[in-house]
């Protein structure tokens, strides 16, 4: 059993500081109409590359590791993506139900909040694999995802293309050739990717907030329940099985099981509704997934720093 006083401990610090900054976010976009879509350009286009090139350069992680952990993401959200689908089926759900039900199952909010999370419960070496996984499913969100949001609509190369627009991409293709050639960056570029970098994850939370202002009530009751199961059951189980397979251990096991136990992502919602895919019912599930992921990942992290 794990002790009720660990747990009170992990919610406490790993978990609460995220909701008081995300409370913020909440009450910024209620009370002084910040716009949350102009933060979140900021954060896709300068303090998220500048993030994932600083962890990577100033970690240790091997490209082994790193093949393994873009791998582990591609077949957590593939195993996510087919459980998702086989329940829809007794479930009935019409297509564009079934869509969004694979959208919000498969995708998960690995950025502005499984990143903190690494970053609190196990440190900057994590954080560093963590970031790996975002930068894999970010690749995936703006390809398979679009595609499966347009359901056949759009063209398969705009969804390509999509890919080229994704900042994140050329800093972790940066971090690669610095890691690779060992090449010294100048004091004054790390200083200054560093300043942006310290600024991605509360920027992460406070837009966390903002969005989730905006969640609607619940549609369709069942569909939640069984999203909600799936994602902060489901595929952390599966996600267990992959890692282990993969050899994830240390920190990359860790980051892998907090980013593949994160609640919806709430992207989908924008994709949901740029794409007119039941973005009441994504809402809701982003909405509800978030509300009771705190009690999911207290007990994953306690478990966790348990394990040998």
């Known amino acids: 059993m794990v002790d009720a006083r660990l747990l009170f401990s992990i919610f406490a610090s790993d978990i609460v500081p995220i909701f008081v900054v995300a409370g913020v976010g909440f009450l910024l976009a209620r009370y002084s109409a910040v716009d949350a879509r102009a933060l979140s350009r900021i954060i896709?286009?300068?303090?998220?590359?500048?993030?994932?090139?600083?962890?990577?350069?100033t970690s240790t992680i091997s490209g082994g590791e790193f093949g393994r952990m873009a791998l582990f993401c591609v077949l957590v959200i593939g195993a996510a993506g087919a459980m998702a689908w086989l329940i829809s089926i007794p479930l009935r759900l019409d297509r564009v139900t079934t869509t969004a039900f694979l959208?919000?199952?498969?995708?998960?909010?690995a950025g502005n909040y499984g990143m903190p999370?690494?970053?609190?419960?196990?440190g900057r070496e994590a954080l560093a694999r963590a970031t790996v996984y975002f930068?894999?499913?970010?690749?995936?969100?703006?390809?398979?995802?679009?595609?499966?949001?347009?359901?056949?609509?759009?063209?398969?190369?705009?969804?390509?293309?999509?890919?080229?627009?994704?900042?994140a991409i050329y800093a972790l293709a940066a971090a690669g050739i610095v890691l690779a050639l060992k090449v010294p960056v100048p004091t004054a570029v790390m200083r200054s990717v560093g300043l942006l970098s310290d600024a991605g994850l509360p920027m992460m939370i406070l837009v966390l907030g903002m969005q989730l202002?905006?969640?609607?009530?619940?549609?369709r009751p069942l569909a939640v329940v069984a999203a909600v199961v799936l994602s902060l059951v489901l595929t952390p189980l599966a996600a267990f099985g992959i890692a282990h397979l993969l050899g994830l251990t240390g920190p990359a096991f860790q980051a892998a099981m907090i980013q593949a136990s994160m609640p919806a992502a709430v992207i989908t919602t924008i994709l949901a509704l740029q794409y007119e895919v039941a973005p009441n019912f994504v809402s809701s599930?982003?909405?509800?997934?978030?509300?009771?992921?705190?009690?999911?990942?207290?007990?994953?992290?306690?478990?966790?720093?348990?394990?040998?």
């Open 285 to 308: 599930v982003v909405f509800a997934t978030t509300l009771l992921s705190p009690f999911s990942l207290t007990l994953l992290i306690a478990l966790l720093q348990r394990a040998p």
């Open 44 to 57: 896709f286009n300068a303090l998220s590359p500048c993030l994932a090139f600083n962890l990577l350069v």
């Open 213 to 219: 202002e905006r969640a609607a009530m619940p549609d």
């Open 117 to 122: 999370v690494a970053m609190f419960a196990f």
């Open 103 to 109: 959208l919000v199952v498969m995708f998960s909010n």
């Open 135 to 167: 930068v894999t499913s970010s690749v995936l969100t703006y390809t398979m995802g679009v595609f499966l949001a347009a359901s056949g609509r759009r063209a398969v190369r705009q969804a390509l293309l999509g890919v080229l627009r994704v900042p």
